[in-house]
């Protein structure tokens, strides 16, 4: 066979695999649209009740009697779109939509499914106990935060934040750290799912949050640090200001910075100055100058200005904004860069954020 009719028979065989393609994505548009469609006729003879119920306007509990009495395709139609609900809606209607759940078995089954062989069944199974509250599956979901597929730990950990129970606090930082599989995959659960989790949990995760402080991997310090200044968890305040001085790590560096100026005093100021020089990485110098700007002391303003015109775009437009933060001093700080760059990318945006407000 010559090159032409390799190059020929190649050719035909990219066209059958690209129309081969296009032909499964339109089955499956096809099935999706008409699945849609079957959802839609199922539900329609039941959608004026579900509405009063996610309106709360169920006062007698006849619209959930209603619902929760449903079988075969329907209720799966119903669940589903019940699911789907429950991200918006709270209080006492999500507490009846969760009742329907239980009643068609939908709560029993995702305790099951936690354990199925298929990652995405263990994942949705996770986010619908989360989403119904099922404080009985705590220990379930948190053994989860260790399943060697992201998907589901993500979803674990997701759940564990809905339920908010503070004893779930040490296994999500513990399952933050390093673990890897059998192959080298790391199996630690991703940061920020572990914060986001961890921030709706109260004032009563403070001691674990600050034993994380000292956890052996830098992603638990991390995200330790990072829940610490957005829950203003202010007794770590001194263990974070040695960090931010000593840790080897420059993201949990950059992490105690962006917390001290959440929690931070004037004293702080000092601190958090000496690492915008330009030996350090760029990350701190970024982090440690918006602290300054969140702590808003007058006192950061020599520093600032001198950071107005630094070779880091970023860390110039930080400066300009902080300046803008401190009012007539910082503003008259301000007036001999008026025309620098970093200066009129940081007016433009305080001008365009006031707009918005």
């Known amino acids: 066979m010559n090159a032409h009719a390799l190059l020929f028979a ?9 129309a081969g393609l296009l032909l499964a994505v339109i089955v499956v548009r096809v099935d999706r649209i008409a699945g849609d469609r079957r959802e839609e006729r199922l539900l329609a003879p039941l959608r004026r009740t579900l509405i009063q119920v996610a309106a709360g306007e169920d006062d007698e509990g006849l619209a959930v009697r209603e619902l929760a ?3 075969g395709a329907t209720a799966a139609a119903l669940d589903r779109r019940i699911i789907g609900l429950l991200t918006k809606v709270r209080g006492a209607p999500a507490e009846q939509l969760v009742e329907v759940l239980r009643a068609h078995g939908a709560v029993h089954r995702a305790h099951r499914e936690l354990q199925h062989r ?15 509250g099922t404080e009985d599956a705590r220990e379930a979901l948190e053994s989860a935060l260790r399943d060697r597929f992201v998907e589901v730990r993500g979803s674990a950990a997701y759940a564990l934040g809905l339920i908010g129970d503070p004893r779930s606090a040490g296994p999500i930082l513990a399952a933050v750290g390093g673990a890897t599989g059998r192959r080298g995959a790391p199996l630690g659960l991703p940061a920020g799912a ?10 009563a995760i403070s001691g674990e949050l600050r034993a994380a402080l000292d956890d052996a991997h830098p992603r638990t310090r991390t995200v330790a640090a990072f829940v610490i200044g957005a829950g203003s968890f202010t007794s ?3 263990r974070l200001r040695d960090l931010l001085q000593s840790d080897p790590d420059v993201t949990v560096r950059s992490a105690c910075a962006y917390a001290i100026g959440h929690l931070g005093r004037a004293a702080d100021v000092a601190a958090l100055a000496a690492h915008t020089s330009d030996a350090e990485a760029t990350a701190l110098r970024r982090a440690c100058v918006a602290a300054l700007a969140e ?3 007058p006192t950061a303003l020599p520093v600032l200005t001198g950071l107005v015109t ?5 860390v110039g437009e930080q400066a300009a904004a902080a300046l803008l933060g401190l ?3 910082g503003h008259a700080a301000l007036e001999p860069f008026r025309d620098a760059p970093a200066t009129r990318s940081a007016t433009l945006l305080a001008a365009l954020q006031g707009s918005a407000r």
């Open 10 to 18: 190649a050719t035909v065989g990219v066209l059958g695999a690209c």
């Open 69 to 71: 009495g449903t079988t």
């Open 118 to 132: 298929s990652p995405v069944r263990r994942a949705r199974a996770a986010q619908l106990l989360g989403l119904t």
């Open 194 to 203: 572990a914060a986001d989790a961890l921030q709706g949990m109260g004032i």
């Open 236 to 238: 770590a305040l001194p």
């Open 295 to 297: 702590l808003g002391e």
């Open 310 to 314: 630094d070779p880091d775009p970023r």
């Open 327 to 329: 009012g007539r001093e």
